[in-house]
């Protein structure tokens, strides 16, 4: 498949070509990444996550719920993309509202990973994900609650983008958790991840959370010879499989014969990670998700009365969002809101002040994005496991920095590798020169 940096010099009858290339290989490879072929017009075409609205589209967010509804206007984003030479081509998979780590509690079935069909491609953006590393994307649209776009892009071998927190409009992405929530670019490459983040930025009126700081373009200034001050979290790689300590071991002396300075550090446990995000979360879901009642939005599940059509039509929720939604209830409860979600709230910024206390002496942070590989299909069989690979990328979104995930190499299956970096709040130049940097030094 051709770069984003390639395509955006060919022509619109060749990109019309590439279209139905991809639409052809996307329905002969069975990976199950698109559960839609739509095409918003002429430009390069991006693969869209099923939870961003695209006028006059089925937007569904891997969701029985939604079945039947059409988006009456378009995203930021897809203005944004619009604006810049891009359309919008293709729905992909994902995790149900954007709640799993696997793509396995979809509607539609479950993503396989191109890397190995019985493998899970990540989650929640795992249809993203794998559609570029398969070829049948030129490059992909995901959203990051928990780490949706970096996982999935570890799991996969591409490269995928999480911005700072406001820096990409959020109005017209089905809300998971507000506070939370960020669109960003899967793609090929770095440079390609840089284009597409370019072109994804604004200040949005519509977007309360929106930031109104200048914006220059990365793409422009990028530098892989800048030399970086990069931290690494010794105590985090513990809790790695061995094929990850040693490709984050490997990475590091890269790095450092690059030319960049590697300190060491330690962060709180990872625990206190999950805990405070999986409280935050699904209170924050909880208030989202009230609103599929079967009379504003829903597929609605006529009853005998009202609360039989109420609680018939939540029923078509999957078992993960049912659960979440249940714990949500429970940490906003008047009986314990102070005792876990007031609580997490607080430990939030000692998250954020840890984070700021490295990048006092750091540019970037180095971290793993996921404890093991991609595990295989059907291997999580309780969910507290699955919330356990999160461990590494959650952090980053309770703090509301931005990070990037790149592979580094592959296990002895052939399954890929990836690596993150995080970065300081609002300085995406520095993650994106040290991500092509690294890109440059480990050279798949």
Same mark, same amino acid.
């Given at each position: 498949?051709?770069?984003?940096?390639?395509?955006?010099?060919?022509?619109?009858?060749?990109?019309?070509?590439?279209?139905?290339?991809?639409?052809?290989?996307? #329905?002969?490879?069975?990976?199950? =990444?698109?559960?839609?072929?739509?095409?918003?017009?002429?430009?390069?075409?991006?693969?869209?996550?099923?939870? $961003?609205?695209?006028?006059?589209?089925?937007?569904?967010?891997?969701?029985? $719920?939604?079945?039947?509804?059409?988006?009456?206007?378009?995203?930021?984003?897809?203005?944004?993309?619009?604006?810049?030479?891009?359309?919008?081509?293709?729905?992909?998979?994902?995790?149900?509202?954007?709640?799993?780590?696997?793509?396995?509690?979809?509607?539609?079935?479950?993503?396989?990973?191109?890397?190995?069909?019985?493998?899970?491609?990540?989650?929640?953006?795992?249809?993203?994900?794998?559609?570029?590393?398969?070829?049948?994307?030129?490059?992909?649209?995901?959203?990051?609650?928990?780490?949706?776009?970096?996982?999935? =892009?570890?799991?996969?071998?591409?490269?995928?983008?999480?911005?700072?927190?406001?820096?990409?409009?959020?109005?017209?992405?089905?809300?998971?958790? &507000?506070?939370?929530?960020?669109?960003?670019?899967?793609?090929?490459?770095?440079?390609?991840?840089? $284009?597409?983040?370019?072109?994804?930025?604004?200040?949005?009126?519509?977007?309360?959370?929106?930031?109104?700081?200048?914006?220059?373009?990365?793409?422009?200034?990028?530098?892989?010879?800048?030399?970086?001050?990069?931290?690494?979290?010794?105590?985090?790689?513990?809790? =790695? &499989?061995?094929?990850?300590?040693?490709?984050?071991?490997?990475?590091?002396?890269?790095?450092?014969?690059?030319?960049?300075?590697?300190?060491?550090?330690?962060?709180?446990?990872?625990?206190?990670?999950?805990?405070?995000?999986?409280?935050?979360?699904?209170?924050?879901?909880?208030?989202?998700?009230?609103?599929?009642?079967?009379?504003?939005?829903?597929?609605?599940?006529?009853?005998?009365?009202?609360?039989?059509?109420?609680?018939?039509?939540?029923?078509?929720?999957?078992?993960?969002?049912? #659960? #979440?939604?249940?714990?949500?209830?429970?940490?906003?409860?008047?009986?314990?809101?102070?005792?876990?979600?007031?609580?997490?709230?607080?430990?939030?910024?000692?998250?954020?002040?840890?984070?700021?206390?490295?990048?006092?002496?750091?540019?970037?942070?180095? &971290?793993?994005?996921?404890?093991?590989?991609?595990?295989?299909?059907?291997?999580?069989?309780?969910?507290?496991?699955?919330?356990?690979?999160?461990?590494?990328?959650?952090?980053?979104?309770?703090?509301?920095?931005?990070?990037?995930?790149?592979?580094?190499?592959?296990?002895?299956?052939?399954?890929?590798?990836?690596?993150?970096? $995080?970065?300081?709040?609002?300085?995406?130049?520095?993650?994106?020169?040290?991500?092509?940097?690294?890109?440059?030094?480990?050279?798949?």
């Amino acid at each position: 498949m051709i770069t984003l940096k390639e395509a955006l010099t060919k022509s619109q009858e060749e990109l019309d070509a590439l279209k139905v290339e991809m639409e052809a290989k996307a #329905r002969k490879s069975g990976l199950n =990444a698109y559960v839609g072929f739509e095409s918003a017009g002429e430009g390069v075409p991006i693969l869209i996550k099923d939870n $961003i609205q695209v006028k006059d589209w089925a937007v569904t967010s891997g969701s029985e $719920i939604l079945q039947g509804y059409v988006a009456p206007y378009n995203a930021t984003v897809i203005e944004n993309l619009k604006a810049k030479g891009f359309s919008a081509f293709g729905r992909a998979n994902m995790d149900e509202f954007a709640m799993g780590s696997t793509t396995e509690s979809s509607f539609y079935g479950v993503t396989r990973n191109p890397h190995g069909e019985d493998r899970v491609p990540g989650g929640s953006s795992g249809g993203s994900a794998a559609a570029v590393a398969g070829g049948m994307a030129i490059a992909a649209l995901g959203s990051d609650t928990g780490g949706s776009i970096r996982q999935p =892009a570890a799991y996969c071998g591409c490269v995928g983008m999480k911005p700072t927190y406001g820096r990409v409009s959020r109005f017209g992405l089905a809300s998971y958790a &507000s506070s939370l929530d960020q669109i960003g670019p899967i793609t090929q490459t770095v440079e390609d991840a840089a $284009i597409l983040y370019d072109a994804l930025v604004s200040h949005d009126e519509k977007d309360s959370t929106s930031s109104d700081l200048p914006i220059e373009s990365i793409v422009d200034n990028l530098n892989a010879d800048r030399k970086l001050t990069i931290a690494v979290i010794d105590n985090y790689v513990a809790e =790695a &499989s061995e094929d990850i300590q040693n490709a984050y071991a490997d990475t590091i002396k890269a790095l450092k014969k690059a030319g960049h300075t590697i300190i060491h550090g330690n962060m709180a446990n990872t625990k206190y990670d999950i805990a405070t995000y999986y409280i935050v979360a699904t209170a924050e879901a909880t208030t989202n998700l009230a609103r599929y009642d079967g009379i504003r939005y829903g597929n609605r599940q006529e009853g005998g009365n009202l609360a039989e059509t109420f609680t018939n039509t939540r029923d078509l929720f999957g078992d993960e969002v049912k #659960r #979440r939604i249940l714990l949500g209830n429970f940490v906003l409860s008047s009986g314990y809101y102070d005792a876990y979600y007031l609580k997490a709230q607080k430990v939030r910024h000692l998250i954020r002040d840890e984070f700021n206390e490295i990048f006092e002496e750091a540019d970037l942070i180095l &971290s793993p994005v996921a404890p093991t590989v991609a595990p295989k299909i059907g291997s999580f069989h309780d969910p507290l496991e699955m919330y356990k690979s999160d461990m590494y990328t959650i952090a980053i979104n309770l703090a509301g920095l931005p990070a990037i995930s790149v592979p580094v190499g592959k296990d002895g299956d052939g399954m890929p590798i990836g690596l993150q970096l $995080i970065g300081k709040a609002f300085d995406e130049q520095a993650l994106f020169d040290g991500a092509l940097s690294l890109e440059q030094v480990i050279n798949l």
